[in-house]
């Protein structure tokens, strides 16, 4: 147990890696778990566990935070890691264990609940976009504070089709009515992706480009338009320090 320099023991998180990137992406930028440290705060005591290989961290309440990553696997898929993993998640919500769920993990999060997460109509949703904060935000513990609209890195090809019974809605934008959701006072789950630097979206739309194309996507639009989504990685902060005010 790591304790700082006033001898207080330090949050400890667990870190769920549901899967891991493109191999190119990943020998240029580390994989998703190093991408949540980069954002998360060092003053954490982190552990990462692979819950696509079957690891699940003790108990829920063993944590003082919970954050869980994106995955290219397919929560309507219900693979059993995923639905083991669903069923803990389910027990940290109902400690309060503050969790954050991004991507796969937001989708998990709702689908663990009881909301239902499978393909979107419109198909895929990739690059920076604008994400829309509604009234509930300005109130909520880990999104007060935020811009009404700022641009956020995206990519996707399912979503929460409906949101767990309860959840309170967040964030939205044009294509993706359910951007971002609380349920109880400290489980969020979010569809973009605050881990991603600029520089890992592009890279991952020059690796999506011929797809984006045979779907009718213009790949070099979406490339020209990304750009730096400072409040959207911001979260990842707020949840560090969010999680450290509640050890206090």
Known sequence: ?????????????????????????????????QWFL???????????????????????????GIVVTGSPAMVSDRAEWSENAGRWLVRAVESEVPVLGVCYGHQLLAH?????????????ETGTHEVELLPAAASDALFRDLPTRFPAQLTHRQSVLRLPEGAVLLGRNRFEPHQAFRVGPCAWGVQFHPEFTDAVMSAYLRVQAPDLTREGLDAEALMSGVKPAPDASSLLPRFSQLVKDRLR
């Not at 003053?43 to 108990?59: M, R």
């Not at 663990?112 to 895929?124: C, D, M, N």
């Open 1 to 33: 147990m790591q304790s700082n320099a006033s001898g207080i023991r330090k949050a400890r998180v667990v870190v769920l890696k549901t899967g891991s990137t493109y191999p190119d992406l990943k020998a240029r930028f580390g994989d998703f778990d």
């Open 38 to 64: 980069r954002g998360l705060s060092d003053e954490l005591d982190i552990t990462v566990a692979n819950a696509e290989a079957g690891e699940l961290p003790g108990n829920p309440e063993d944590w003082d």
């Open 112 to 124: 663990a609940l009881g909301g239902e997460a499978g393909y979107h109509p419109k198909g895929r």
